[in-house]
């Protein structure tokens, strides 16, 4: 499955963002989906997940309460809406797609398909 990302941008402290990733090749609806996300100068980390069929998500606590994923497998479309942005959310995120059978997974090795990531700044 191909991943294209989108939504990135430059947003002040407080914000809002939505990412979008569009899913090609294969039956979306097969994958749970994923963003994570790289800060400069830091290893990648595990952001959130959503099931098959969307009725499961997982946050990392970082931000929860703050971060909502939703999926629409008609359009092959996974969503991050972003609010309340802080600085240290500044990163490359990154949408991923894994065909394991568990939507809690937090290691990358766990998704098989990334796409190549939107850049996303958050200015103090």
């Known amino acids: 499955v191909q991943l294209q990302a989108s939504g990135g941008g430059l947003v002040q402290a407080g914000g809002s963002l939505r990412l979008s990733c569009a899913a090609s090749?294969?039956?979306?609806?097969?994958?749970?989906m994923g963003w994570f996300r790289q800060a400069p100068g830091k290893e990648r980390e595990f952001v959130t997940s959503?099931?098959?069929?969307?009725?499961?998500?997982y946050y990392a606590d970082s931000v929860k309460g703050r971060f909502t994923i939703a999926r629409d497998n008609a359009k092959n479309t996974v969503y991050l809406q972003m609010n309340s942005l802080k600085p240290e959310d500044t990163a490359v995120y990154y949408c991923?797609?894994?065909?394991?059978?568990?939507?809690?997974?937090?290691?990358?090795?766990?998704?098989?398909?990334w796409g190549q990531g939107t850049l996303v700044t958050v200015s103090s």
């Open positions: 959503i099931s098959r069929s969307g009725s499961g998500t």
């Open positions: 991923v797609a894994g065909i394991g059978n568990s939507y809690s997974f937090t290691n990358a090795r766990d998704y098989d398909y």
């Open positions: 090749g294969r039956t979306f609806s097969n994958y749970v």
